[in-house]
């Protein structure tokens, strides 16, 4: 929503914090302490504080979400998760830091994490099915180049691709919704980065029984090829002859998004961290499958009170 629809709507901080409590409790107050469902009510001096009439306890109408311990006017809160949905490729604490007029960088850049957190919470635990693509990227800093006057003959470059030391983030489209999960690959006991069963268990996770699963001719795509629990089809495309098998056998759509991702990291965020990675990737992946901005503003809402 644009900024004017934005104020019109949440004019003041009682707006904001009624929106939010009602998020949270669409199916009615409960009390954590005796479970009662009636004579709940807002506390006079503090809207954020409930009140049971029967146990005669009070709790903060928050507590659970990514609001519980701010001290923040909360309209901040929803302004920066509707700056998040509108941003194509995302938002910096920094420009956050500008926009909200707040102090501290810190601030800017704790609410941006657990915005994403609340993103990573979306569910997609067998959805994806009939036809998608898998494909993975790499993300890091540049490969460094080798330095031509050094005598150190032990020196290996970073390559580009695989082999290089970049971090592997393995994605998967569903070809007729368009929606996308991704995942940070994590080196498995031996070490070994996107192995066959690495990616057979990821592909396990979000997809359906029979589904269709195109891939490029990087070897451990090569276990789909054998008996698999969910009886995948697999089709695989060798890029270094062709780009598509005609038909619609390709894999461009994931490679399409993996441009979007990368014009985040190194055009907006400039550098991640590995630890922070993966809630980069949970920002990109539901931004891209809640495009309309309306629905995402509520729906990222919905997950940060759950």
């Known amino acids: 929503m644009t900024y004017f629809e934005f104020t019109k709507r949440f004019p003041n901080k009682t707006s904001a914090i009624n929106f939010i409590v009602a998020a949270k409790y669409k199916n009615g107050y409960v009390c954590p302490k005796c479970g009662c469902v009636h004579k709940i009510y807002h506390q006079h001096y503090d809207p954020r504080k409930l009140y049971c009439n029967n146990c005669k306890s009070e709790w903060s109408a928050l507590v659970g979400t990514i609001f519980e311990n701010t001290h923040l006017d909360l309209r901040m809160w929803l302004y920066a998760i509707n700056l998040c949905m509108i941003a194509r490729k995302g938002i910096s604490a920094l420009q956050l830091q500008r926009e909200l007029g707040m102090g501290c960088y810190q601030s800017a850049w704790r609410m941006l994490h657990l915005i994403r957190k609340a993103m990573g919470k979306e569910e997609c635990k067998d959805t994806f099915e009939a036809v998608v693509e898998i494909d993975e990227t790499y993300v890091g800093g540049k490969p460094r180049k080798e330095n031509k006057h050094s005598e150190n003959d032990d020196y290996k470059r970073n390559k580009r691709g695989r082999g290089t030391g970049k971090t592997p983030v393995v994605g998967i489209v569903e070809r007729n919704s368009g929606r996308i999960y991704a995942k940070v690959a994590s080196p498995n006991k031996e070490g070994k980065k996107l192995s066959g069963k690495q990616l057979l268990k990821i592909l396990d996770d979000v997809c359906k029984k029979d589904t269709t699963v195109m891939t490029d001719q990087f070897t451990s795509y090569g276990i789909l090829d054998g008996k698999t629990n969910k009886d995948f089809i697999h089709i695989r495309i060798d890029h270094n002859s062709t780009y598509s098998l005609g038909g619609g056998k390709h894999t461009n759509g994931i490679e399409s998004c993996w441009a979007v991702?990368?014009?985040?990291?190194?055009?907006?965020?400039?550098?991640?961290?590995?630890?922070?990675?993966?809630?980069?990737?949970?920002?990109?992946?539901?931004?891209?499958?809640?495009?309309?901005?309306?629905?995402?503003?509520?729906?990222?809402?919905?997950?940060?009170?759950?």
């Open 261 to 306: 991702l990368k014009r985040s990291v190194y055009g907006i965020f400039h550098n991640v961290s590995v630890k922070h990675l993966q809630q980069y990737v949970d920002e990109f992946c539901f931004r891209l499958n809640y495009r309309d901005c309306d629905v995402a503003f509520m729906k990222c809402v919905g997950l940060a009170v759950a």
